[in-house]
């Protein structure tokens, strides 16, 4: 005999006055969708079906449209994982290094919350125009490398280390992986604070 799993169930009402365990999912009799719960929300998340969305399901071209995204949505997450006051930081653009790696400190005692690397175009390669920011790009085998943030008495560090190995970027046009000339790109960091 097949085994059946049933998980609570209830009207809208019923839903709208029940709070869940973290993790606990029911369903909606009435809107015939479910609810997420997580333990301190009274009624839950109700996760929106197919044929309800905008642009999903049968009701349109099933592409997802971020514009449909309400502005409360991006404010709510944002001042949930980007507390505020926070800074944002750019470093000067720097040299590719040619081996070992390179430094860059910012006169601020915080710790990072999170840095962006880009390398910055300053002669057409690899079909890109001047002045244009790369993210896609990589130190020998190692893709969108990562560098380390330390803060000492002088300030927050970042430091990318290459071991010598050659830089490249996806080809802004097939997004083959593409030698670069260290001499025509730049490198900058972005630091969250």
Not at 80 to 99: D, G
Not at 146 to 154: G, H, L, Q, R
Request: hydrophobic residues 35%.
């Amino acid at each position: 005999m097949a085994k059946v799993l049933q998980i609570r169930r209830g009207t809208t009402a019923q839903n709208d006055n029940f709070t869940g365990m973290t993790g606990e999912i029911t369903f909606d009799t009435d809107a015939k969708t479910l609810r997420v719960h997580d333990g301190q929300t009274l009624g839950g998340f109700a996760l929106a079906r197919a044929d309800t969305v905008s642009g999903g399901g049968t009701t349109g071209d099933g592409d997802f449209d971020i514009t449909d995204v309400p502005t409360e949505f991006w404010q709510q997450l944002f001042a949930q994982y980007c507390p505020a006051p926070f800074t944002v930081m750019t470093s000067q653009l720097l040299p590719i290094p040619v081996s070992g790696g390179t430094e860059y400190g910012f006169e601020t005692s915080k710790n990072a919350m999170f840095v962006q690397t880009f390398l910055i175009c300053q002669t057409p390669e690899a079909g890109y125009s001047i002045g244009e920011y790369v993210s896609a790009f990589g130190v020998g085998d190692c893709p969108a490398p990562m560098p380390n943030t330390f803060v000492d008495s002088i300030g927050l560090h970042v430091k990318l280390l290459t071991g010598g190995q050659a830089f490249w970027v996806s080809h802004k046009n097939t997004g083959a992986q593409t030698p670069i000339t260290n001499e025509r790109w730049r490198l900058l960091f972005r630091v969250y604070c």
